[in-house]
């Protein structure tokens, strides 16, 4: 059993940046994990993915702006977000993931471990 929950969200201004974090209870070492985010009105969509031994995955929107990144011995994932833009704004969610894969999946249905998520607002 796994338990995620994310801290560091808030309201920033344009150009702007905030670190994300995600403290996991459980094993997760062995884990695919994401974040993925959600504006009203809108899909959820995955933002930013990490595997062990394997790569990494970005969205286009995020790519050269988000940087993912895991401490697999505090059990933790964070997101730092430079430049953020007020089409950033959404709730951001930690996501985990007990299948087995050999690539990194960006599809929600494939994440079977979910933080409440936190919000994210960018102003300009």
């Known amino acids: 059993q796994v338990q995620l929950v994310e801290s560091g969200g808030g309201s920033v201004q344009a150009g702007g940046s905030l670190r994300l974090s995600c403290a996991a209870s459980?094993?997760?070492?062995?884990?695919?994990m994401a974040w993925f985010r959600q504006a009203p009105g809108k899909e959820r969509e995955a933002v930013a993915a990490?595997?062990?031994?394997?790569?990494?995955y970005y969205s286009d929107s995020v790519k050269g702006r988000f940087t993912i990144s895991r401490d697999i011995a505090k059990n933790t994932m964070t997101l730092q977000m430079n430049s953020l833009k007020p089409e950033d704004t959404a709730i951001y969610y930690c996501?985990?993931?007990?299948?087995?894969?050999?690539?990194?999946?960006?599809?929600?249905?494939?994440?079977?471990?979910w933080g409440p998520g936190t919000q994210v607002t960018v102003t300009s």
């Open positions: 990490a595997y062990p031994r394997l790569h990494t």
């Open positions: 996501a985990a993931s007990s299948r087995e894969f050999n690539v990194v999946v960006t599809n929600e249905a494939e994440y079977n471990y």
């Open positions: 459980g094993s997760t070492g062995s884990m695919l």
